[in-house]
Structure formats: C-alpha cells, structure tokens
C-alpha cells in the first residue's frame, strides 16, 4: 500500500556526464570536498576508509507484506489507549455538560493541547445544536469528522521526480527515529525504482555514521560519510556526488539535537544553507522527524525546527509506544506542517504515508 506520487521524470539539472557511474566493483571516483577533508564513499561491496565495518544493529528489520488493513490494525494498536479512553464516553451517554466535560479531559490527556481542544469542542457544541443531535453515536460521529476535517490539511502525498537530485535533509531531536526513518524510506524509494544516496551527516555520533553505512553496505545504496568533520561538507558532497551521478533522491542524515541548543540550531541552518550552495533550490525538503511519545513537547520542536528551517514536513514515529496521537491535533492547529510519514514500528512496513481517516479512525475506535 505504501506509494509516493511520482511527476514525469525530469531532465537532470546536471548532466550525469561530469562524473562517471562508479562499477560496483571499483570504488567511485571521488567527488573533490568543499573545505573540508574529502569524504569517504562507501559502495556496496566496499569497506568504508574512515573506520572498520562493525557488528552494527540493522537499521530495519526484514521486510513483510503491509496489507492495509494490517496496518490499520496495527495502528489502531498503537494508539488504543486514546481510542479507548475517547470511545468509552459515547457509550450509553447523555448529550451534557459533563460529557463535554469529559471529552476534554480526554482529549488533553490524548496530547491535543489546549487550542485543539477548545477548537474540536467549541465545533462539536456548534454541529449537535445546528443538527440537533440527540443521541451519542451521533456525536461520535460529528467528532469524527471534524477530527478528520482538522487533520486533512496535514496530509500530503510526498511527491518523487520533481528534481534530478530531489535532495531532502532529515532532522530531528537525539533518538527520534532520523536514520530508521531514512532507511526505511530509502527502501520505499528502491521498490519504486528511485536511485537513492544518503549523506551520513551525523558526524557527532560515530556509531550513527557506521550504522548507516552498513545499512547503505547491505542495501545497495552508497552514503557518503567522513570520520570527523563538517557535517554540512558531508552535505555538500553528496548533494554533489548526487548531481553527477545522476541519482534520483539524495536525503541528508543529520546528528540529533535539542532546540535549546542553540550552536547546534546554527550548524544546521549551516547544513541547510551549503545544501543550497550545492544545487540551487535544495534542499528540497526539509524534514522533521519526532518521536510520538513526546507528547506536547512535539509541538515545541515542530515551531522551533521550522523557525530554525522552514520545514517542508514531518516524520511522526513510534505512534506504536505509549503515543497518544492527539499531537496531530495540536499540530494542525498551531503549526500545520504537512505529515508526509508516520511509524509505528521498526520494520520496512512499519512506516507509512500518513491518512488522516484511518488516523482518526484509529484514534476514535
Ligand atoms: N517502536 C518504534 N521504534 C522506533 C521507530 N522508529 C525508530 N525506532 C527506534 O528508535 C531508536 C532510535 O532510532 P534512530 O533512528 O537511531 O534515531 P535517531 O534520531 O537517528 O537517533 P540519533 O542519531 O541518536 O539522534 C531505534 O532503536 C529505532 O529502532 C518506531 O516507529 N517505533
């Protein structure tokens, strides 16, 4: 079930010419690196330069078959605690202040915030008097959609093909999920024929950048890394390494920070900017990724990231966890940066283009 959109190919903005495709049996030519020292390619079959391979954990899990309804099923898993804590109230109830009262609680315990919750409230109220609704199944429904009604804008197919590199950079507070994302994305992006590099720009971490380059190793997809460095030279490479390849979807990794780090807030606006440097117009999306157990905290790193980057759009993983999905309420209501992605597991299959009706169907039961 899980498709991109996908433009007409476009004619590459740089004629691959400029650097032959390396053979899988010799390792490419390299790129010449932008004040910074030159970087490490790994191809597959290859050893990296900067550190020996280690007995790193695989980035994904094997790969199954994603039916829809499984993983609706699964998402509904995920998120059943809100689902049961939400659909308990219409059962057998009175249409009354305290069920409005109760719906709100629920609905801030679910991580909507404040603004969402007086807004579903607020409409719902409107809805059962202009329709005189009399019984809860009715209401349920109404909330329902509304619900969906709030969440739809957020929903955005993420479309392929618009650039020759489409280059996408990835960031994201420590532990978010960043390079599982990326993995499973640049599988995603394999099965429907895209040619895929990615930049291990997390030169902070060194486990992180190894990681990802036994994943590239074993997933047929080159990274380019450096064993210390500049993250936005690694960037810078392999935006260009990328063009003159003529590789379909460059994503750029990047180390794992906290808004209140400020410095670290800078070195990625740094990033974003020698992105640009590379190929005018890139990158061309910019990605948040947040772990869906942060609760409202969410909603901090949405505004702050996109203050910082102007984000293009977000990731929400780990909705399988202690997650309440009501963060997407608030989301759309105080930030509504598109959701191109959300997980609920560590497989391939376990990330998938975000819906805002199955979503609200999980979330409502
Ligand atoms: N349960 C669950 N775990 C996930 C999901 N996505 C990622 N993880 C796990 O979360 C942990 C952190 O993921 P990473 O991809 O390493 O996170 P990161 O943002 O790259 O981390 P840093 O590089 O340290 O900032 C790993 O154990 C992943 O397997 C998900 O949707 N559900």
Known sequence: M??????????PETPPAAAPAPTPTAPPAAVPPVAAPPAAELQPGSQPISAPVPAAEPLLAVEEPAPRQSWISRLKAGLSKTSANLSILFVGAKIDDDLYDELEAALLMADAGVDATQYLLDALKR???????LDAAAVKAALRTLMIDLLTPLQRPFELGRHQPLVMM???????????????LAKHMQSHGQSVLLAAGDTFRAAAREQLMVWGQRNNV??????????AAVSFDAVQSGKARGIDVVMVDTAGRLPTQLHLMEELKKVKRVIGKGMEGAPHETLLVIDGNTGQNALAQVKAFDDALQLTGLVITKLDGTAKGGVLAAIARVRPVPVYFIGIGEKIEDLQPFVAADFVEALLG
């Open 2 to 11: 899980f498709s991109f959109f996908k433009k007409k190919p476009v004619v």
């Open 170 to 184: 990835i960031s994201g507070v420590n532990g978010a999920g960043k390079t599982t994302t990326i993995g499973k």
């Open 222 to 231: 080159t990274v380019i890394s450096q064993a210390s460095g500049d993250p």
């Open 127 to 133: 809805k059962v008097k202009e329709d005189k609704l």
